[in-house]
Each structure stands twice: as C-alpha cells, then as structure tokens.
C-alpha cells in the first residue's frame, strides 16, 4: 500500500514555473515507477510524464515535452514535476501516480494521489 500527497499547484502567469512535489509514504516508493497525470475541466485525466523506479528511464506526453521534467528522490520517497513556460493550457489537477510497470497508461496505476491544482492565467 502507498499513500501519496501532492503539493506545489498554485495560480501563475502564462511562462512562469511551478514545481509539484508528491510525497509517497512507506518503505517500498523505490519498487513503484511514478508517473504524473493531468485533468481539465471537462476533459479526460491524460498522462504526462513517468519515472522508472530507479529514475533512468523518462517519458514526457508531446504536450509538455521540453518543458517540463520528472525526477525522482528514492532517499526522500518523493517525486517531483518541474513546470517551465507554463501556458493557459496546462491548466488542470495534477495527479501523481504509483504502478508496478513503468506506463504511460493510466489503466498501469495502481495508487493516486487526491490532486493539486495548477491555474494558468493568460
């Protein structure tokens, strides 16, 4: 069992940063790869990004590749998203993720977290 919390999600301006933090508690977070999903009003919870568990494979979803990275602290059981050149469009709760098999799909998840809003304003 994981239990995760996000932090971090906030209200910045079109081209600003933000940083998630998810917080996993328990002994086992370096067995799980994490991953990052995303919700906007009204639309489907989509993927993001994801972290294998020892942090050496990444996948980015097209839409936030360059512009934000996934990383991984095994010693702190924490995973990170670092948002750059945030647009209007990333608006949206950010989940994070733990599953047995590094994914991309969201069905590979087994343990989310309760979300952390990220507003975009233009």
């Known amino acids: 069992q994981v239990q995760l919390v996000e932090s971090g999600g906030g209200l910045v301006q079109t081209g600003g940063s933000l940083r998630l933090s998810c917080a996993a508690s328990?002994?086992?977070?370096?067995?799980?790869?994490m991953g990052w999903f995303r919700q906007a009003p009204g639309k489907k919870r989509e993927f993001a990004a994801a972290?294998?568990?020892?942090?050496?494979?990444?996948i980015y979803a097209d839409a936030v590749k360059g512009r934000f990275t996934i990383s991984r602290d095994n010693a702190e059981n924490t995973v990170y998203l670092q948002m750059n050149s945030l647009k209007p469009e990333d608006t949206a709760v950010y989940y994070c993720?733990?599953?047995?098999?590094?994914?991309?799909?969201?069905?590979?998840?087994?343990?989310w977290g309760q979300g952390t809003q990220v507003t975009v304003s233009s």
């Open positions: 993720a733990a599953a047995q098999i590094y994914d991309s799909n969201l069905s590979a998840y087994d343990y």
């Open positions: 328990g002994r086992t977070f370096s067995r799980y790869a």
């Open positions: 972290i294998s568990r020892s942090g050496g494979t990444i």
